[in-house]
């Protein structure tokens, strides 16, 4: 059944691999197991909650089971889209690699105008740092979830790119077995 994943996706999560998703989701059986693999070196976090949030919603409305088969390379945005899955769910083939890091934010603000004006758009930044580390966390809770890895092990690896072998992913419970 894992040989044969009903829903392959591939390349940048972006966009076009949302859209993908979409479609190759709406001509997946119905009835039976759903098997979804991925390969990616990363790309858009919100866009792989998205496609997370419409496994979880099948998963929850149907019933329906839902495995999860990482190949060669998971990174970033496909370890968020990972954890919509349960550990148990979880499968990994020989020689894929996990990566695990925390959200990156680049940019400058932009301190032009009344000076009443300049500290709402301190504040506005703020909040947005402030929400895109509760995303984060959120995300890492769910990856570490029913695993031995710990919320705070993950959030002080993530600082600097935690890579994870399949096996060790295996022997640390973020995954049901390697294929």
Same mark, same amino acid.
């Given at each position: ?15 076009? /691999? ?32 998205? /496609? ?17 088969? *990482? ?35 680049? *940019?400058?603000i932009d301190l032009t105008g009344p000076l009443t004006s300049l500290p709402a758009i301190l504040k506005a930044k703020l909040h947005e740092i402030e929400q895109s580390v509760l995303i984060q966390e959120e995300g890492f809770r769910a990856i570490v979830n029913g695993s031995q890895v710990s919320f ?28």
């Amino acid at each position: 059944m894992l040989a044969q994943p009903h829903v392959q996706l591939y390349g940048t999560v972006d966009e076009v /691999m949302y859209a993908g998703f979409k479609d190759q989701l709406a001509a997946a059986p119905t009835e039976g197991p759903l098997v979804v693999s991925i390969t990616t070196l990363g790309g858009d976090p919100e866009m792989a909650r998205a /496609m997370g949030d419409s496994i979880r919603l099948l998963r929850d409305y149907t019933g329906r089971e839902t495995l999860f088969l *990482g190949k060669v390379a998971v990174y970033s945005a496909g370890a968020t889209f990972m954890s919509a899955f349960p550990v148990e769910t979880r499968f990994l083939t020989r020689g894929t690699r996990l990566m695990l890091h925390e959200r990156q934010m680049s *940019g400058s603000i932009d301190l032009t105008g009344p000076l009443t004006s300049l500290p709402a758009i301190l504040k506005a930044k703020l909040h947005e740092i402030e929400q895109s580390v509760l995303i984060q966390e959120e995300g890492f809770r769910a990856i570490v979830n029913g695993s031995q890895v710990s919320f705070d092990t993950l959030r002080e690896k993530a600082t600097s790119n935690w890579y994870i072998d399949a096996e060790e992913a295996r022997d640390l419970g973020l995954v049901l077995d390697v294929i």
